[in-house]
């Protein structure tokens, strides 16, 4: 399985930027498509943005606009940019491998779960 390992996360005024980064290590090539996730208290976990591995992306409507989904294979690292943050977007964000079910994106279990990071966004 791969390991995943989230940083970038911090605490940004309404309006503002972030940038968050997800390490891979094990066999990363082999994952064709990354996601990014997101989770509050209360709620199950929610798709956020995923990229293909020759970078075909998909985003949940509330994102689209606003974030950007990136990948570097020869790094084994994938990103997530957000620009124009709103407070519905605080949430701890994860990453894994994805897999499509239907409409929705579920992560895939080639992959584990990193610890996630926690992106705080006030209004």
């Known amino acids: 399985q791969v390991q995943l390992a989230e940083s970038g996360g911090g605490l940004v005024q309404a309006g503002g930027s972030l940038r968050l980064s997800c390490a891979a290590s094990?066999?990363?090539?082999?994952?064709?498509?990354m996601g990014w996730f997101r989770q509050t208290p209360g709620k199950e976990r929610e798709f956020v943005a995923t990229?293909?591995?020759?970078?075909?992306?998909t985003y949940t409507d509330s994102v689209k606009g606003r974030f950007t989904i990136s990948r570097d294979n020869a790094k084994n690292m994938v990103y997530l940019q957000m620009n124009s943050l709103k407070s519905e977007d605080t949430a701890v964000y994860y990453c894994?491998?994805?897999?499509?079910?239907?409409?929705?994106?579920?992560?895939?279990?080639?992959?584990?779960w990193g610890q996630g990071v926690q992106v705080t966004v006030s209004s």
């Open positions: 894994a491998p994805a897999k499509r079910i239907g409409s929705d994106w579920i992560k895939d279990p080639s992959g584990s």
């Open positions: 094990g066999p990363f090539a082999s994952i064709y498509t």
């Open positions: 990229i293909t591995y020759i970078g075909g992306t």
